[in-house]
């Protein structure tokens, strides 16, 4: 049996800018997510440089304006680390072939100008996959138990799971 039960996705867009959400139940947990849905509008995404919108090494706000949220109502398993029930901000430092995912505590703030590490929660690499279809406005949504993002020519997926 699936243990997604309930799942949405919603855009909201304001001039060139899309805020998305989806929420999901996984297990009996609510789970949502927030972002700002940037578009590639004919721009280099990823890569090593600073000509790049998101040069690998740097931190990124996982998205646009404000940073990237996600709120459980139950406590879960990312991957294998434990996140307590409540709401973090989602960082990523985007690498070639292994990305960081950073859930920190501070969850409504603009972009990473006051991102703190004192208040990472944990980081956990997550593998990009790369496709030839182009992806382009940003998308996270939840689907096989799984925190999945989608944008330029970049996939991944973060399990979750609630804790024992």
């Given at each position: 049996?699936?243990?997604?039960?309930?799942?949405?996705?919603?855009?909201?867009?304001?001039?060139?800018?899309?805020?998305?959400?989806?929420?999901?139940?996984?297990?009996?947990?609510?789970?949502?997510?927030?972002?700002?849905?940037?578009?590639?509008?004919?721009r280099e995404i990823f890569g090593a440089g600073?000509?790049?919108?998101?040069?690998?090494?740097?931190?990124?706000?996982?998205?646009?304006?404000?940073?990237?949220?996600?709120?459980?109502?139950?406590?879960?398993?990312?991957?294998?680390?434990?996140?307590?029930?409540?709401?973090?901000?989602?960082?990523?430092?985007?690498?070639?072939?292994?990305?960081?995912?950073?859930?920190?505590?501070?969850?409504?703030?603009?972009?990473s100008y006051d991102y703190k590490d004192s208040?990472?929660?944990?980081?956990?690499?997550?593998?990009?996959?790369?496709?030839?279809?182009?992806?382009?406005?940003?998308?996270?949504?939840?689907?096989?138990?799984?925190?999945?993002?989608?944008?330029?020519?970049?996939?991944?997926?973060?399990?979750?799971?609630?804790?024992?």
């Amino acid at each position: 049996m699936k243990s997604i039960l309930h799942y949405r996705t919603f855009f909201r867009s304001f001039s060139t800018l899309s805020i998305g959400g989806a929420l999901m139940m996984v297990h009996g947990l609510d789970a949502y997510i927030e972002f700002s849905s940037p578009g590639v509008k004919s721009r280099e995404i990823f890569g090593a440089g600073e000509e790049f919108l998101v040069p690998f090494g740097k931190m990124w706000r996982t998205g646009a304006n404000d940073a990237t949220f996600l709120s459980f109502n139950g406590d879960v398993l990312i991957n294998t680390m434990e996140l307590d029930s409540g709401t973090y901000s989602l960082f990523t430092i985007p690498i070639q072939n292994e990305w960081m995912s950073v859930f920190n505590h501070e969850w409504n703030q603009c972009g990473s100008y006051d991102y703190k590490d004192s208040l990472d929660v944990f980081r956990i690499k997550v593998s990009p996959r790369y496709v030839d279809q182009s992806q382009e406005r940003m998308l996270f949504y939840f689907a096989d138990d799984s925190l999945k993002f989608r944008w330029d020519n970049v996939r991944w997926a973060l399990p979750i799971n609630p804790r024992p």
